[in-house]
């Protein structure tokens, strides 16, 4: 059992060991800028013509990283092989799905400054704001592993004479999640953490500003062993570099994670996606 949550500790850069550490993190990270990153669906690495590039807006002329733009027939080829993913992946034990998270959060934690000074090149963020953003990733990763753990165990219901009741939390299927660029591993890493760990498979759609630290997110969840237990030649995260229509409009595609807003696509012929936002009102 995880021991009780606690916000990550934000570095103070003003002691001269942590300055170095970034320092060198920085360096580390600035001899790998300008690689190509592919598409991933179901764990294929996919190439295509059209290429995006990931540029440092405090440097213009510095590419970060060079990506893959899907086409629409890629993109529903992601929602419908998350979805073949789905019907195994819901079916691991909450437990193993949030060991995943923990793993993920404690490899974070490990390169810290190295996610930090991707931010710090992609998005231009400042030492403390880059560092602010992965301790945030962290605790999202921390706490809704927990959450999960709670969420799993037998809940609380008013007992009812002559009656055994019994309330289980099931998973919807595939997401759409598409992160802002202005916190580009926090909520990137949270919205996609909680879609998993509740048993839902995800298609991400990474910021055209920030797709590098989501594809350095992604690698962390690969090495921690995502999907945990299952087939390696299947994913339960699949990436995306270009938003289409008609992945968002896919009847598989059940819900839409955007920055403050969770919607639930229900089809209806006649009005189309009926869903709420984070406040409740009807979208």
Do not use: C
Not at 5 to 11: A, I, W, Y
Not at 124 to 151: N, Q, V
């Amino acid at each position: 059992m995880p021991t009780e949550f606690s916000n990550e500790p934000l570095t103070d850069f003003s002691k001269e060991e942590n300055a170095a550490a970034m320092r060198a993190a920085i360096e580390k990270v600035r001899a790998q800028l300008g690689q190509e990153y592919p598409l991933v669906i179901g764990g294929e690495r996919i190439h295509t013509e059209s290429k995006l590039e990931a540029i440092n807006p405090a440097n213009r002329t510095q590419v970060v990283g060079k990506f893959q733009k899907a086409t629409k027939e890629l993109a529903n080829r992601a929602v419908e092989t998350a979805y073949k993913t789905f019907q195994t992946w819901r079916n691991t034990s909450p437990a193993e799905r949030a060991a995943l998270l923990f793993r993920v959060a404690e490899l974070i934690r490990s390169r810290k400054h190295e996610m930090s000074a991707w931010m710090i090149f992609e998005v231009a963020k400042s030492w403390p704001e880059a560092d602010g953003d992965t301790a945030e990733a962290i605790d999202f990763l921390e706490f809704y592993g927990r959450e999960m753990l709670r969420y799993a165990a037998p809940q609380p219901l008013i007992k009812m004479t002559g009656e055994d009741n019994h309330l289980e939390y099931i998973p919807l299927g595939v997401g759409a999640v598409i992160p802002p660029w202005n916190f580009p591993l926090a909520i990137m890493a949270g919205m996609t953490a909680a879609a998993l760990v509740t048993g839902n498979t995800v298609v991400l759609k990474p910021s055209s500003d920030a797709p590098t630290i989501a594809y350095k997110f992604f690698e962390l969840l690969e090495e921690a062993g995502l999907p945990a237990g299952r087939r390696s030649s299947e994913d339960a995260l699949y990436r995306f570099h270009r938003l289409e229509r008609s992945w968002l409009a896919h009847q598989r595609t059940r819900r839409q994670n955007s920055a403050g807003t969770v919607v639930d696509q229900t089809r209806d012929r006649r009005n189309g996606w009926q869903g709420r936002d984070h406040r409740g009102r009807r979208r």
